[in-house]
C-alpha cells in the first residue's frame, strides 16, 4: 500500500515526539512492505517565526492533499501574546480540524497492564483495569460560535451553536464505536441548563431508536460525569459529548490512565480521512530535553495506520509493540517510578522499533 502523510510537528516537544513516531512508521512499512510518503511542513509557532502564520498555505495543502496527517502539538509561551485568531491553538489547531472537516474526535483511554500503579486512582477502583472511549465532537459548539467583545469591553460572548446534522453524525459515530466494544454509550451534557444540550439528548436518542437500539444508552450531566470518571470510571465504555465538554473530559480520563504522555488521538472526516496526534500538548518546559514520552504519538500513528488506512495487522503490531516495551518495564520519565532509571525519548522509540 502506498500512502501520503503529512508530517507536521509544530511546537515544544513535537518535533521529538513526532520523530519517533515517523521511525516507528518506517519500520512498519519495511516489515509489511508498504510505502509511506512523508510530506513534513511546519506549523503552530515555528511556521509563525519562520513565515509570519502559524498555518502557512503550504502547510494546508499538504494535509489537505495528503491521505493523513500525523501532527505532533502546537503552541507555547513564546507566541501566548499573539491576537487571538493569530495563536497556534486557534490559528493552526482549530483551523485544521475545521478546514479539513474533522468532527469525530477519538479519545481512547486505557489502563495499560503494567502501568496500573500508574494511575493515581486506588488500585480497588482501578479493579482489572479501565478502558473507555471519549468522542467528542470536534468542529462545533462554542469553539466555533461567534466570539466578542463589546465596544466598551465590558462584556464579552461566546456563542455555543449545534445543529441536527453535526449531532447526528458524531452519534452515529459513537454507536458504531461502541458496537465494536462493549455496547454501552453515555451521552454526557448539561441538559438541565443548556438549550444545545436538550437537543443533544432528542438526536441522540432518536439516532439510537431509529439504527442502534442494541447499544445500551444512557445520559449523563458533565459535572456528574466529571465526578463518575473517578469514582467508578469503569462504569464508561464510550462517552459521547460536545466539543468543550469532551476537551475537559478527556484530560480527566488520561490523568486517571496514569499519564496524559500514553494517550492517543483522532480526529476524522466522515470518509475516513484523519489526523493523528497525542493529546497532550506541546510541553514546553521539557522541550529539547529528550525525555518527553513518545508512546502517545506512536499510538496515534498506530491509530492512523487502523482508521484511516484499514491496515489492523500493522496497528495492532504497533500496539503490541508497545505493550511489549511496558511489560518489560521501558519507562520515560512520566511513568517511571522512583527506583528506575528512565529512557529518553529517542530509547523508547527504539524500544519500540525493536519490538517491532
Ligand atoms: C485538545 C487541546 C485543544 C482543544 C487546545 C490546544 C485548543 O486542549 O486538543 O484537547 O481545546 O481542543
Ligand atoms: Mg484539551
Redesign the pocket.
Known amino acids: 500500500m502506498k500512502k501520503k502523510i503529512a508530517v507536521i510537528a509544530g511546537d515544544g516537544i513535537g518535533p521529538e515526539i513526532v520523530g519517533e513516531a515517523v521511525r516507528v512508521l518506517k519500520k512498519v512499512a519495511k516489515k509489511f512492505g508498504h510505502t509511506f510518503v512523508l510530506d513534513e511542513k511546519l506549523v503552530g509557532g515555528a511556521a509563525y517565526d519562520a513565515v509570519g502564520d502559524c498555518l502557512p498555505d503550504d502547510t494546508l495543502k499538504a494535509c489537505q492533499q495528503a491521505d493523513a496527517v500525523l501532527l505532533g502539538a502546537v503552541?507555547g509561551p513564546k507566541w501566548d501574546k499573539l491576537p487571538g485568531p493569530q495563536r497556534p491553538?486557534k490559528r493552526a489547531?482549530?483551523t485544521l480540524r475545521k478546514e479539513l472537516g474533522l468532527f469525530a474526535n477519538l479519545r481512547p483511554a486505557k489502563v495499560w497492564d503494567p502501568l496500573k500503579s500508574a494511575s493515581p486512582l486506588k488500585p480497588e477502583i482501578v479493579g482489572e483495569g479501565l478502558d473507555l472511549l471519549v468522542v467528542r465532537e470536534l468542529t462545533g459548539g462554542v469553539y466555533f460560535g461567534e466570539h466578542s467583545r463589546a465596544a466598551d469591553g465590558q462584556s464579552a460572548l461566546d456563542k455555543m451553536p449545534y445543529s441536527v446534522m453535526e449531532i447526528e453524525r458524531i452519534a452515529r459515530v459513537a454507536f458504531e464505536s461502541a458496537r465494536k466494544r462493549h455496547s454501552h454509550v453515555t451521552c454526557v451534557d448539561k441538559a438541565n441548563v443548556l438549550e444545545t444540550s436538550r437537543l443533544w439528548r432528542e438526536v441522540v436518542q432518536r439516532v439510537h431508536d431509529a439504527d442502534y437500539a442494541t447499544v445500551d444508552l444512557d445520559f449523563m450531566y458533565v459535572d456528574n460525569a466529571a465526578m463518575q470518571l473517578v469514582r467508578a470510571p469503569s462504569r464508561f465504555d464510550v462517552i459521547l459529548t460536545e466539543n468543550m465538554f469532551g476537551?475537559i473530559l478527556?484530560d480527566e480520563a488520561s490523568q486517571i490512565t496514569g499519564s496524559i504522555g500514553m494517550l492517543p488521538s483522532a480526529s476524522l472526516r466522515a470518509d475516513g480521512f484523519g489526523m493523528y496526534e497525542p493529546?497532550h500538548?506541546s510541553a514546553p518546559d521539557i522541550a529539547g530535553l529528550g525525555i518527553a514520552n513518545p508512546l502517545a504519538t506512536i499510538l496515534s500513528a498506530a491509530m492512523m495506520l487502523r482508521h484511516t488506512f484499514g491496515l489492523t495487522q500493522e496497528a495492532d503490531a504497533v500496539e503490541a509493540a508497545v505493550g511489549q516495551v511496558l511489560a518489560a518495564g521501558d519507562r520515560t520519565v512520566d511513568i517511571a517510578t522512583a527506583d528506575a532509571a528512565a529512557l529518553s525519548t529517542h530509547d523508547m522509540g527504539t524500544a519500540v522499533v525493536e519490538a517491532l
Request: glycine share 24%.
Open positions: 503552541g491553538e489547531l482549530l476537551d478527556s493529546i500538548g
